[in-house]
Nanobody
Framework: QVQLEESGGGLVQAGGSLSLSCAASGRTASSRAMGWFRQAPGKEREFVISIDRNGDKAYYADFVKGRIAISRDNAKNTVHLQIHSLNSEDTAVYYC?????????????????WGQGIQVTVSS
């Protein structure tokens, strides 16, 4: 069993940056790839970025290309996300997720555990 808790969301001005963290508990957390997804009102949940078990490789969606960074600290069971140059389309609930396996993946079905989500609102 893996439990996930997101932190760091809130209200951010357009053009600014956002930092989110995910704290994981459970003995298998560090052996899993981790991902971030988001869901805007009236839209389906979409993939944002994922990182493999060792933190060596990341895979991200095109809409965050060039303005996103992810890292993980397996000793502390935490994952950190930064998104820059925010715009109104980044407004959404952001979810941290733990994958079934060790490699990064963009498919929601490949994630076994999910956090409750945290609201991010970008104001113009």
């Amino acid at each position: 069993q893996v439990q996930l808790e997101e932190s760091g969301g809130g209200l951010v001005q357009a053009g600014g940056s956002l930092s989110l963290s995910c704290a994981a508990s459970g003995r298998t957390a560090s052996s899993r790839a981790m991902g971030w997804f988001r869901q805007a009102p009236g839209k389906e949940r979409e993939f944002v970025i994922s990182i493999d078990r060792n933190g060596d490789k990341a895979y991200y969606a095109d809409f965050v290309k060039g303005r996103i960074a992810i890292s993980r600290d397996n000793a502390k069971n935490t994952v950190h996300l930064q998104i820059h140059s925010l715009n109104s389309e980044d407004t959404a609930v952001y979810y941290c997720a733990a994958a079934r396996g060790a490699n990064h993946d963009s498919r929601p079905g490949e994630y076994e555990y999910w956090g409750q989500g945290i609201q991010v609102t970008v104001s113009s």
